[in-house]
């Protein structure tokens, strides 16, 4: 990738059709926080988990039960493993994503520090971009983010926000993932709106 310029706002509400766009499970940790080195694994969900409410509750059957009604076996399941660098920066940063394969991804998940960081992604077209709605589970479970990624500076912070974002979290400290991973204490942020 190169670099990455991206703004991210705490979700006032969910929106109505989310249900509706492709999302993914998310898996995270840190092998150190500055500079940034996140190993994840992404895996695709079929049949889509339904997330009800900025609690995190669910609806309905689980994802390996959606899985099995599509005829979609655990081996079937698309998972990809990647290793990221982040410099440093809010707005805008350094970033290189490479593949990992699954044993590597699984050695190094048992040499990481912090919290590992579960999220279901969701992927919503909005124009010429795309917003990425993150519903965090476990010890984070009612904190949901808007990310969008941009081409410049200038046009991040020409973007209007949509209707159901909150406040912007861009430049604040203690919200980055790599910061919620190794944070001691998670009391003093703020989780829901």
């Not at 655990?74 to 940063?93: A, D, H, N, V």
Request: include cysteine.
């Amino acid at each position: 990738m190169g670099q990455e310029i991206e703004r991210k706002w705490r979700v006032r509400k969910l929106p109505k059709d989310y249900k509706h766009f492709p999302c993914k499970l998310l898996e995270q940790a840190y092998l150190c926080q500055n500079p940034t080195l996140r190993i994840r694994k992404e895996s695709s969900i079929f049949g889509g988990e339904e997330v009800d409410s900025i609690s995190g509750e669910k609806e309905g059957s689980s994802i390996s039960d959606k899985n099995e009604k599509a005829g979609i076996s655990e081996g079937q399941k698309q998972e990809e493993y990647i290793f990221c660098y982040k410099g440093r920066g809010r707005l805008s940063r350094e970033e290189y994503n490479l593949p990992l394969t699954k044993e590597a991804y699984e050695t190094l998940i048992g040499k990481t520090e912090g919290r590992v960081i579960r999220k279901f992604r969701y992927t919503i077209p909005h124009g010429a971009y795309t917003v990425e709605l993150d519903i965090f589970q476990g010890e984070l479970e009612g904190l949901c983010y808007a990310e969008v990624e941009f081409s410049s500076e200038e046009e991040a912070l020409s973007f209007q926000p949509l209707d159901w974002f909150s406040e912007e979290l861009t430049g604040e400290r203690g919200y980055s993932n790599a910061e919620l991973s190794f944070a001691k204490e998670l009391s003093n942020l703020k989780l829901k709106d």
